[in-house]
């Protein structure tokens, strides 16, 4: 049964397809779910996908993915408000930020919930990297600043990216449980 990734992000949705290629066809639905505010991504993905699992109807699962990047020396700021500093200060001025600092460790999260007649499963992966100035054109968000390994996660094809990214470590976890469920 074809999953239904609930997100407006391009970017999320082509690595999910890239990862599940094989194993369920992956369609995109931009319905606006509550983001709520909290702390936890993993509280924010499981209410989102539950309750798009419930207002959109049908019996086709959904999955939801909540993400942010938390930088070390300033405490795990942007976290779960990653999208909202995003649109408000934007990458290269966060960089800008991180440059100040002698610690340019920073953490990448996701948390994958998915919701069907059954109930909600979460899923996480997480990243670390080291921040540095922009540099590649591909991904999305911060890829640009986010360095694993000597290469910046714009740098890399959608594929590499999936093989250390915490969305491709997420994703595999969601894998193997999809695999072994009861249908
Ligand atoms: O460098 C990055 N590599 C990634 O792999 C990645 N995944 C997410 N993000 C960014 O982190 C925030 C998450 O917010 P978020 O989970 O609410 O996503 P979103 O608002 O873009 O889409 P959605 O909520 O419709 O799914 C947004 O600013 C995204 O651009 C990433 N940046
Ligand atoms: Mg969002």
Do not use: C
């Amino acid at each position: 049964m074809a999953i239904r990734f609930v997100t407006g992000n391009a970017g999320k949705v082509r690595e999910a397809r890239d990862y599940l290629a094989g194993i369920e066809p992956v369609e995109q639905i931009e319905y606006d779910y509550t983001e709520i505010q909290s702390d936890s991504l993993e509280e924010i993905a499981a209410h989102g996908a539950r309750e798009a699992f419930e207002e959109l109807g049908s019996d086709e699962p959904v999955l939801v993915d909540d993400a942010g990047l938390f930088v070390d020396a300033l405490g795990g700021f942007p976290g779960p408000y990653s999208a909202y500093v995003e649109d408000t200060v934007g990458v290269e001025r966060l960089w800008r930020l991180a440059e100040a600092e002698e610690n340019r460790r920073a953490t990448f999260r996701t948390v994958l919930a998915y919701a069907d007649e059954n109930g909600t499963e979460t899923f996480e992966g997480s990243v670390a990297g080291t921040l540095v100035a922009p540099r590649g054109e591909g991904g999305f968000g911060y890829d640009p600043i986010f360095e694993y390994n000597g290469t910046t996660m714009a740098e890399m094809s959608t594929a590499e990216k999936n093989a250390i990214s915490h969305r491709g470590r997420a994703l595999a976890t969601f894998a193997e449980w999809y695999a072994g469920r009861d249908e």
